[in-house]
């Protein structure tokens, strides 16, 4: 009912910068939070960083202050501004939502994940 598409993984070297986007599509009525999680090879998929409808924000420490979530309300997408990257940031970012959307009784709240884009950061 609800698909995310994740852009902007690639490979850069440690200080730069990356925009990840995540576009939410699908019959949806509104949207409770979208946010990005990461997961590395042989470490526990974490979260990074989420935004609600009303704007606000919560940072992993690893991250804060490096990196920036926002998001357009209008288009159901959300932002990664990711900034000093270092290699301990290498992982598959993962985009999530939990959106209200129409049902057979009428509404209800799920929660939808993207495929994963690999972000690497070389040393």
């Known amino acids: 009912q609800v698909q995310l598409v994740e852009s902007g993984g690639g490979l850069v070297q440690a200080g730069g910068s990356l925009r990840l986007s995540c576009a939410a599509s699908g019959n949806i009525f509104s949207v409770n939070y979208m946010g990005w999680y990461r997961q590395a090879p042989g470490k526990q998929r974490e979260l990074v960083a989420f935004i609600t409808s009303d704007g606000s924000t919560n940072y992993a420490d690893s991250v804060k202050g490096r990196f920036t979530i926002s998001r357009d309300n209008a288009k159901n997408t959300v932002y990664l501004q990711m900034n000093s990257l270092k290699p301990e940031d290498t992982a598959v970012y993962y985009c999530?939502?939990?959106?209200?959307?129409?049902?057979?009784?009428?509404?209800?709240?799920?929660?939808?994940w993207g495929q994963g884009t690999q972000v690497t950061v070389s040393s």
């Open positions: 999530k939502t939990s959106a209200v959307v129409p049902s057979r009784g009428g509404f209800r709240a799920e929660d939808y």
